[in-house]
């Protein structure tokens, strides 16, 4: 089955600064890759996603990456706010499984 | 359109009792998954189903059963809890696959003493 692997797992970064996090994965057949917010108490919601035939997808403040020869996969947040605070997951298609496999989840902390 | 909605949204169960988890969405969605979500260890997945009367296991499916008469419930039983099912469970549905977007249900904590 598929494996996903994410780092860091806290960010703390000052408002107006970037957020880098990153995943990998390690079924070569995978393609799709989303990425969901969850903030504190509620329900994880998809904030923007990628799929295999594309290499950079931006959407305002957020850019995710994929390189599919190093199975590895990156979200960018720039010009952090507070709002941006939260537990972020990336994950990864299981062929095999028909399923969706996420990461272990990165919390990130803006500070005003 | 309510989404995807779950039932209870609290529930404490004494060791060895069953139970059973609501799942309902009201979006046509042919793809309807269970996870729990404990901490550092993200969102796991329980069982899914590609459509009515189809069910698969998951990575830890172990102490669950599901069943998919309907489009549109996609109840998750609990066997005989134990306390390492004390969790967050999550409830999502997709329109097609895993490969569109989840859409979650607000989520069920359980509690197993």
């Known amino acids: 089955g598929e494996n996903v692997e994410q780092h860091p797992s806290t960010l703390s970064v000052q408002e107006g600064d970037s957020a880098v996090i990153k995943c990998t994965y390690s079924?070569?057949?995978?393609?799709?890759f989303p990425w969901y917010k969850q903030e504190l108490g509620k329900r994880p919601q998809l904030i923007i996603d990628?799929?295999?035939?594309?290499g950079e997808k931006k959407d305002q403040r957020i850019a995710v990456t994929l390189n599919k020869t190093a199975k590895h996969f990156s979200l960018h947040i720039t010009e952090t706010q507070p709002e941006d605070s939260a537990v972020y997951f990336c994950a990864a298609t299981d062929t095999g499984r028909r399923a969706l496999t996420f990461g272990s989840g990165t919390r990130l902390q803006v500070q005003p | 359109n309510a989404g995807v909605t779950q039932t209870p949204k609290f529930q404490v169960l004494k060791t060895g009792q069953s139970m059973t988890l609501q799942c309902a969405q009201d979006m046509n969605h042919e793809y309807m998954s269970w996870y729990r979500q404990d901490p550092g260890m993200g969102l796991r997945l329980i069982h899914y189903?590609?459509?009515?009367?189809?069910?698969d296991q998951g990575e830890v499916p172990n102490g669950y059963n599901v069943s998919r008469s309907t489009t549109e419930d996609f109840p998750l039983r609990l066997l005989s809890a134990a306390p390492s099912q004390t969790s967050v469970y999550f409830c999502a549905s997709s329109r097609f696959a895993e490969g569109y977007e989840q859409y979650f249900g607000p989520g069920t904590r359980l509690t197993v003493t």
């Open positions: 079924d070569s057949a995978s393609n799709y």
């Open positions: 990628i799929r295999s035939n594309v």
């Open positions: 189903s590609v459509g009515a009367g189809i069910t």
